[in-house]
């Protein structure tokens, strides 16, 4: 019988087969074969019908099972809590809902990401029956979106650290150009520092012998450290593009004193010439109790000094600069406000750069990097906010040393016995300066003017040591130290050099006992003698 009916059935043609075929069976073969989940729910979350992918889908090992365990919809399935509640706002008010897209639980617990399109169904009288529609995972596509932005925010991160790196290397490259232009001058202007110094000492020394001068004291003492510290710049410019290394010595400060001593050396700047332009500027402290701070004070005096004079730039019509120093946590802060004109963004992202400047040429643009070049050294750190027309704020912050004990300075005294020393210079200023220095410390000094004259003086007479320059015509200070070992090896030799830290320890002459950096205080030179002569 079953083999006939296959027979008749054969012998219909397949348009006549079809309609033999009901909807139903059609239908329902769609429904059981689609790989989309199809489903029918109710509007309070049951599911109706279901087939087998959307079971899937879910995790499911079949629609009953599914059916059975997700019995409201909205608490169960959905990740985020209001979800079904927007799915059915959007198909009661429009009638559907197309490429509804949410992130729901899998049997398992796992989160998937699923796309629903569904329509209200309602009988002839508008009443609403139940909600049915189809369900894909687009889970992938949501990885591969997410992998997208992730690689994209990498990259971008990567082009905004190569971005860096090449302002970094620009920047370094800058400074270095920087340092070897300021060589060519530091020479010839350490050595007019040299003259500077060594005649403010002397100056001080013979203030202190009548009871009227004690206030000369001071003004001398103001040009010594003036003229110290001007040595230092010199030097840091000349090696702007390094940075500190681990060898480098700082020692304890008391960083409000630096930001007081600041304060005063600059008031004729902010001060008289203010007042005399009818622009008043004020400068106001806040400082705070703080631990010391370890650093180069010359360095720091220097920083302040250049935040100064650029806030008193930035305030042609006048204002007020307030320094504010405060511990926070393990380091020191400093801010320096002024209500002058304030900076746009690009400038302040651009005024740490050497040679950037918005002065015209009134600036040299190395003030502000210099300033970087120091707090770099000092392992600090520096944020700038400016508003045009509102003033700007650098915040500085640097570690403390609360370990650190400040202790007082002492002026040195000579510890050596009176020597017979022969000091030369092509500058016969210099050595009038450096006998009359060395004779207060009951030492014979002999000069000459040049290394051949230096070596016909030695080769007449016992000297127990030798200071000379290293740059001079006919015979050089490395050539004179050869000459003298040859003939007196046990002779000292110390070279004072207005090359300064541009000569390191490997630049030095193995004839040269010890060498010196222009301009030297007298206590610097009484120690270098000390040291050599030991």
């Not at 006549?16 to 309070?44: C, K």
């Not at 000379?468 to 050869?482: H, R, S």
């Not at 000292?492 to 006992?513: N, P």
């Given at each position: 019988?079953?083999?006939e009916?296959?027979d008749?059935?054969?012998s219909?043609?397949?348009?006549?087969?079809e309609?033999?075929?009901?909807d139903?069976?059609?239908y329902?073969g769609?429904?059981l074969?689609?790989?989309?989940?199809?489903?029918?729910?109710?509007?309070?979350?049951?599911?109706?019908?279901?087939?087998?992918?959307l079971?899937?889908?879910?995790?499911?090992?079949s629609?009953?099972?599914?059916?059975?365990?997700?019995?409201?919809?909205?608490?169960?399935?959905?990740?985020?809590?209001?979800?079904?509640?927007?799915f059915l706002?959007?198909?009661e008010r429009?009638?559907?809902?197309?490429?509804?897209e949410?992130?729901?639980?899998?049997?398992?617990?796992?989160?998937?990401?699923?796309s629903?399109?569904?329509?209200?169904?309602r009988?002839?009288?508008?009443r609403?029956?139940?909600?049915?529609?189809?369900v894909?995972?687009?889970?992938?596509?949501?990885e591969?979106a997410?992998?997208?932005?992730?690689?994209?925010?990498?990259?971008?991160?990567?082009?905004?650290?190569l971005?860096?790196?090449?302002?970094?290397?620009?920047?370094?490259?800058?400074?270095?150009?920087?340092?070897?232009?300021?060589?060519?001058?530091a020479?010839?202007?350490?050595n007019?520092?040299?003259l500077?110094l060594?005649?403010a000492?002397?100056?001080?020394?013979?203030?202190?012998?009548?009871?009227?001068?004690?206030?000369?004291?001071?003004?001398?003492?103001t040009?010594?450290?003036?003229?110290?510290?001007?040595?230092?710049?010199?030097?840091?410019?000349?090696?702007?593009?390094?940075?500190?290394e681990?060898?480098?010595?700082?020692?304890p400060?008391p960083f409000n004193?630096i930001?007081?001593?600041?304060?005063?050396?600059?008031r004729?700047?902010?001060?008289?010439?203010s007042?005399?332009?009818?622009?008043?500027?004020?400068?106001?402290?806040?400082?705070?109790?703080?631990?010391?701070?370890?650093?180069?004070?010359?360095e720091?005096r220097?920083?302040l000094?250049?935040?100064?004079?650029?806030?008193?730039?930035?305030?042609?019509q006048?204002?007020?600069?307030?320094?504010?120093?405060?511990?926070?946590?393990?380091?020191?802060?400093?801010?320096?406000?002024?209500t002058?004109?304030?900076?746009?963004?690009?400038?302040?992202?651009r005024?740490l750069e050497?040679?950037?400047?918005?002065?015209g040429?009134r600036?040299?643009?190395?003030?502000?990097?210099?300033?970087?070049?120091?707090v770099?050294?000092h392992?600090?750190?520096?944020?700038?906010?400016?508003?045009p027309?509102?003033?700007?704020?650098?915040?500085?912050t640097?570690p403390?040393?609360t370990?650190?004990?400040i202790?007082?300075?002492?002026?040195?005294?000579s510890?050596?016995?009176?020597?017979?020393?022969?000091?030369?210079?092509?500058?016969?200023?210099?050595?009038?300066?450096?006998?009359?220095?060395l004779?207060?410390?009951w030492?014979?000094?002999?000069?000459?003017?040049?290394?051949?004259?230096a070596?016909r003086?030695?080769?007449?007479?016992?000297?127990?040591?030798?200071?000379t320059?290293?740059?001079m015509?006919?015979?050089n200070g490395?050539q004179?130290?050869?000459a003298?070992?040859?003939r007196?090896?046990?002779?000292r030799?110390i070279?004072?050099t207005?090359?300064?830290?541009?000569?390191?320890?490997?630049?030095?002459?193995?004839?040269?006992?010890?060498l010196?950096?222009?301009?030297?205080?007298?206590a610097?030179?009484?120690?270098?003698?000390?040291?050599?002569?030991a």
């Amino acid at each position: 019988m079953k083999r006939e009916t296959q027979d008749i059935a054969r012998s219909i043609p397949l348009t006549e087969f079809e309609f033999l075929v009901s909807d139903e069976q059609r239908y329902r073969g769609i429904f059981l074969n689609a790989i989309e989940g199809i489903f029918q729910t109710t509007p309070d979350g049951r599911y109706l019908g279901a087939n087998p992918a959307l079971a899937r889908i879910y995790g499911y090992a079949s629609p009953e099972e599914m059916q059975a365990h997700l019995r409201d919809i909205s608490r169960q399935l959905y990740v985020r809590a209001g979800r079904r509640m927007e799915f059915l706002e959007i198909i009661e008010r429009e009638g559907k809902v197309a490429n509804f897209e949410s992130q729901v639980y899998r049997r398992d617990g796992s989160i998937i990401w699923i796309s629903e399109n569904a329509v209200a169904v309602r009988d002839e009288f508008g009443r609403l029956l139940y909600y049915e529609g189809f369900v894909v995972d687009v889970t992938e596509r949501h990885e591969a979106a997410a992998a997208l932005e992730q690689a994209r925010d990498e990259l971008q991160q990567s082009l905004t650290e190569l971005r860096t790196t090449q302002q970094q290397v620009v920047q370094q490259e800058r400074l270095r150009a920087l340092g070897g232009m300021v060589t060519g001058v530091a020479h010839d202007f350490n050595n007019a520092l040299s003259l500077i110094l060594g005649y403010a000492e002397l100056l001080q020394h013979e203030c202190r012998k009548h009871p009227a001068g004690e206030s000369f004291v001071d003004y001398a003492q103001t040009i010594v450290t003036a003229s110290l510290d001007a040595a230092e710049i010199v030097n840091r410019l000349r090696e702007f593009h390094r940075p500190a290394e681990p060898g480098e010595t700082h020692e304890p400060l008391p960083f409000n004193a630096i930001v007081e001593q600041s304060v005063a050396f600059t008031r004729p700047r902010w001060s008289a010439e203010s007042i005399a332009r009818g622009m008043p500027v004020e400068v106001v402290t806040d400082l705070s109790a703080i631990p010391p701070l370890r650093g180069n004070a010359a360095e720091l005096r220097e920083m302040l000094t250049n935040l100064i004079f650029n806030a008193v730039d930035a305030m042609p019509q006048g204002g007020t600069i307030a320094l504010r120093t405060r511990p926070v946590g393990p380091r020191i802060e400093l801010a320096v406000t002024d209500t002058g004109t304030g900076m746009s963004e690009e400038v302040r992202r651009r005024c740490l750069e050497p040679f950037f400047t918005t002065k015209g040429e009134r600036g040299s643009g190395l003030g502000l990097s210099m300033v970087y070049g120091i707090v770099e050294r000092h392992d600090g750190t520096v944020s700038i906010e400016s508003t045009p027309g509102r003033g700007t704020t650098f915040v500085f912050t640097f570690p403390s040393d609360t370990a650190a004990v400040i202790s007082e300075e002492s002026v040195p005294v000579s510890g050596t016995r009176p020597l017979r020393i022969l000091v030369v210079d092509d500058q016969p200023v210099q050595c009038e300066l450096i006998s009359h220095a060395l004779q207060r410390d009951w030492h014979t000094v002999d000069v000459a003017s040049n290394g051949r004259e230096a070596l016909r003086l030695f080769e007449r007479r016992e000297f127990d040591l030798v200071i000379t320059d290293k740059v001079m015509p006919e015979m050089n200070g490395d050539q004179l130290a050869l000459a003298v070992k040859s003939r007196e090896p046990d002779t000292r030799v110390i070279m004072l050099t207005g090359f300064g830290g541009a000569l390191d320890g490997e630049h030095q002459s193995e004839f040269v006992d010890l060498l010196v950096a222009k301009p030297a205080s007298l206590a610097e030179l009484r120690a270098a003698i000390a040291k050599v002569m030991a």
